[in-house]
């Protein structure tokens, strides 16, 4: 089973900076890997997907870069709605993994 | 337009068998490429992984749950049925299936709202 591993865990950033999101696999998945952004109470929407793909209607500030093992979601200057918890996701081998989460907090 | 919507009773005892129902709009699970999946997130903790089924009937399953799961389909109705034997609190969580097809990347989009179950006596 593929581990992923997200840091940091909790981001303190204020509106208007930039977050910078990390996503590392216990072994390589290609370009499969995916961000989801999930708020509280919501179910967890598509961000990016193979890596660097923006899903649809997903703004320009969310950008994913990455292959193998490393992979950074950046978020270039940080909305109000942007505070929230992003998880991803790797497709590349069965089971498919989710990472533990990157909480980005108001500070 | 896609949408999912998971359903099912909120509370089961444990030992007993959870039987969660995702119904959908918005696409054909017998096209080609299409899967709907499942994803549980315990209160406070992070998504995890169940089951995913395929147009074509094909199958995967987390390898921990592999034994307590079972996929069905209905495409007439539209409806995946997952279900999970043995209940156990530490399966209470939220509920999720979500579309996955070739036009999303082979990706989970969209979810359904999810439905919490709660496992206790």
């Known amino acids: 089973e593929i581990v992923l591993t997200q840091s940091p865990g909790t981001l303190s950033l204020s509106p208007g900076e930039r977050a910078t999101l990390s996503c590392r696999a216990s072994q390589s998945v290609g370009s499969y890997l995916a961000w989801y952004q999930q708020k509280p109470g919501q179910a967890p929407r598509l961000l990016i997907d193979?890596?660097?793909n923006r899903a649809t209607g997903i703004p320009a500030r969310f950008s994913g870069s990455g292959s193998g093992t490393d992979f950074t979601l950046i978020i270039s200057s940080l909305e109000p709605e942007d505070f929230a918890v992003y998880y991803c996701?790797?497709?590349?081998?069965?089971?498919?993994?989710f990472g533990p989460g990157t909480k980005v907090e108001i500070k | 337009q896609i949408t999912l919507k998971e359903s099912g009773p909120t509370l089961v005892k444990p030992t007993q068998t959870l039987t969660l129902t995702c119904t959908f709009s918005g696409f054909s699970l017998s096209a080609s490429g299409v899967g709907v999946g499942w994803i549980r997130q315990p209160p406070g903790e992070a998504l995890e992984w169940l089951a995913l089924?395929?147009?074509?009937?094909?199958?995967r399953y987390s390898p921990s749950l592999k034994s307590r799961l079972t996929l069905s389909k209905d495409t007439s109705k539209k409806q995946v049925v997952l279900t999970m034997t043995n209940m156990d609190p530490v399966d209470t969580a939220t509920y999720y299936c979500a579309h996955s097809s070739a036009t999303r990347n082979n990706w989970f989009d969209p979810w359904g709202q999810g439905t919490l179950v709660t496992v206790s006596s």
């Open positions: 996701q790797q497709r590349s081998n069965w089971p498919f993994t």
């Open positions: 193979d890596a660097s």
């Open positions: 089924i395929y147009w074509n009937d094909d199958k």
